[in-house]
């Protein structure tokens, strides 16, 4: 069909840390959920909220490898990919379908949202020890006191 459209946009948040797994040949590809959520006041005024978990799965390298360092359980992010069905069959021989929303190797867009979380401990560089140390991410730093300031 000409002219048809296959893109999904989600803003949620990770409802657990990225799963990073390797294909037979190596590549790595990383599943996750997203959370997305609706709210409003139902005609009593009480408040509602209903979820949505969306399957996302990555197979472009550069995204694959920024979600494995800096995505966690709670990271928001904004995402662009397309809905792929795939038919599995499950332990019982019954097949079963799931729609995943899916970033593949040249199309999809990653995009982290709030405050940078904290380099993991085990991704540190090797010449960590002799790079200048700042102030934590999101903390305060020496230009925040005007006294400080050295010019």
Known sequence: MAGSVNKATI???????????????????????????????????????RSEFHRVVIFNENLVRIAEQYLRKGSSVYLEGQL??????????????????????????LTLLGERPER??????????????GPPMGGPSDLDDPDSIPF
């Open 120 to 133: 993991r401990p085990d991704m540190q560089r090797p010449d960590s020890a002799a790079a200048q140390s």
């Open 11 to 49: 803003l949620g948040r990770l409802t657990r840390d990225p799963e990073v797994r390797s294909t037979s040949d190596g590549v790595k590809v990383v599943n996750m959920t997203v959370a997305t959520s609706e709210r409003w006041k139902d005609r009593s005024g009480e408040q509602k909220e």
């Open 84 to 109: 792929q069905t795939r038919k599995w069959t499950d332990q019982s021989g019954t097949e079963k379908f799931t729609t995943e929303v899916v970033l593949t190797r040249f199309k999809g867009e």
